[in-house]
């Protein structure tokens, strides 16, 4: 059997999970209390038996990168094979970055020169999911195509969030769409794909000099290799969840908050890993009580807690209630405070008795309606909010704001509150 090589999408950017992902790459956005989106990715190449593995990377990869490090959580600090960081790098004559999907593993194919990889796997790592990839490389050694890809039905109504492909009963792709508007089938993409290497080899050479190409898989690659019939559906039936949206990122976590979730994170023959830190266990007390929820290792909890997700070192003051909100890392929830339905970046510090996600208006943000519809309300890494302060639902309140900058003791709800400008914004 040939050596396995995975290569990692993690450069991109994530523009529809707002506020979470515009200071940070979209895979490096923490989830599940204490996993980074990307873990499941990593985490499934591993307990696969894939130990050589390319993360390529591009926005913001700073925390992305110190989330990696070597990769010793994953037993991927290895002097042959592990995981290896690829980022753009200089001296391309068209740009410095990559153009694509596809021109992103163009420019890393020379990291194959050092394996013996007769095929590629490409993986997303912006999705949740706990898979086995040794029974779609098996499906992909009895089928003639030179690509396989993994897919698994969507509703109907989330069909233009995907690529849409249709296959017949041999699992021959016969269509493949992207994001199509209006979608022949609901068989969606996972962003799974197994390349034959020589088909690679020869094709992105020639996709990287096409003046028309997108360089992308979904958009170029693949509807060419499906109407040659070079494309065969792999059918998985186990959880996945594409991370794309601020709703199905908060909806994917509240998933975990029941016993019976069907991402089991508790499988002891499937353990997602990642980046542990020496916090000690968490307290409840003085009156705290916790109900249907997800809580990470630091925190204190003397409020109440309910159907909520906390990651580590989160403090949440007597008299303070958490209900249906993520909060991210060290956030202190003051006494009195409320939240509800409010997604919290890292350290958020609420003041005492300030109310986030109150009132029943569910005013779209007059921003970005498109992210904040459903009545969340995203507040930014960082920020400190004031005592007293109420803000409505849809709100998006910029990141490293302070309590002068709260000039009103109310946000109404589909507001946005950024920071003021400073001398190169000013005047745009």
């Known amino acids: 059997m040939s050596q396995r090589y995975a290569m990692l999408l993690a450069g991109g950017e994530g523009s529809r999970l707002c506020?979470?992902?515009?200071?940070?790459?979209?895979?490096?956005?923490?989830?599940?209390?204490?996993?980074?989106i990307i873990d499941f990715a990593l985490s499934n190449a591993v307990n696969s038996g894939i130990f050589d593995i390319g993360v390529l990377t591009q926005y913001r990869p700073a925390s992305l990168n110190e989330h990696i490090g070597s990769g010793r959580p994953w037993d991927l600090d290895r002097t042959r094979g592990g995981v290896e960081l690829?980022?753009?790098?200089?001296?391309?004559?068209?740009?410095?970055?990559?153009?694509?999907?596809?021109?992103?593993?163009?420019?890393?194919l020379y990291v194959l020169e050092h394996t013996r990889a007769d095929e590629l796997l490409i993986l997303s790592g912006d999705h949740v999911y706990k898979m086995d990839y040794n029974p779609m490389y098996a499906f992909h050694a009895s089928h003639p195509g030179a690509v396989t890809v993994a897919v698994k039905p969507v509703p109907a109504h989330l069909t233009s969030q995907f690529g849409i492909l249709?296959?017949?009963?041999?699992?021959?792709?016969e269509s493949f769409e992207e994001k199509p508007?209006?979608?022949?089938?609901?068989?969606?993409?996972?962003?799974?794909?197994?390349?034959?290497?020589?088909?690679?080899?020869r094709l992105l050479p020639e996709d990287a000099a096409d003046p028309l190409s997108r360089h992308d898989f979904g958009r170029d690659l693949l509807p060419r290799l499906v109407a040659e019939g070079e494309v065969y559906a792999y059918?998985?039936?186990?959880?996945?969840?594409?991370?794309?949206?601020?709703?199905s990122y908060y909806q994917a976590n509240m998933e975990l908050t029941r016993v019976d979730a069907d991402l089991d994170l508790r499988?002891?023959?499937?353990?997602?890993?990642?980046?542990?830190?020496?916090?000690?266990?968490?307290?409840?007390?003085g009156g705290g009580q916790v109900s249907q929820s997800l809580i990470g290792s630091g925190c204190i909890l003397r409020g109440t807690v309910e159907h909520s997700v906390l990651?580590?070192?989160?403090?949440?003051?007597?008299?303070?209630?958490?209900?249906?909100?993520?909060?991210?890392?060290?956030?202190?929830?003051?006494?009195?405070?409320v939240l509800d339905r409010a997604i919290l970046d890292k350290n958020v510090f609420v003041g005492h008795g300030a109310r986030v996600g109150h009132g029943d208006d569910l005013t779209p943000n007059a921003r970005c309606p498109e992210h904040l519809s459903s009545g969340l309300t995203i507040v930014g890494k960082g920020t400190r909010l004031p005592e007293g302060l109420v803000v409505g639902h849809n709100c998006r309140i910029a990141p490293d704001l302070v309590e002068r900058e709260f000039t009103a003791a109310?946000?109404?709800?589909?507001?946005?509150?950024?920071?003021?400008?400073?001398?190169?914004?000013?005047?745009?």
């Open 410 to 428: 109310q946000l109404p709800s589909g507001a946005c509150l950024d920071p003021p400008p400073g001398p190169e914004s000013a005047g745009e």
């Open 311 to 337: 990651s580590p070192g989160v403090i949440v003051e007597r008299g303070a209630v958490v209900r249906d909100s993520i909060v991210l890392n060290n956030c202190w929830i003051g006494r009195d405070a």
């Open 166 to 173: 249709t296959a017949g009963r041999a699992g021959r792709v």
């Open 235 to 247: 059918a998985y039936d186990g959880y996945w969840a594409d991370i794309g949206t601020v709703e």
């Open 19 to 36: 506020l979470l992902s515009e200071k940070r790459a979209k895979p490096a956005v923490p989830f599940g209390s204490k996993y980074r």
């Open 267 to 285: 499988d002891p023959d499937w353990p997602i890993h990642t980046v542990s830190y020496d916090l000690p266990p968490l307290i409840a007390g």
């Open 86 to 108: 690829l980022q753009p790098f200089l001296g391309w004559a068209e740009t410095d970055w990559y153009r694509g999907t596809a021109d992103a593993v163009y420019q890393n």
């Open 181 to 201: 508007r209006r979608a022949r089938s609901t068989l969606a993409s996972m962003g799974v794909y197994i390349f034959s290497r020589a088909l690679l080899e």
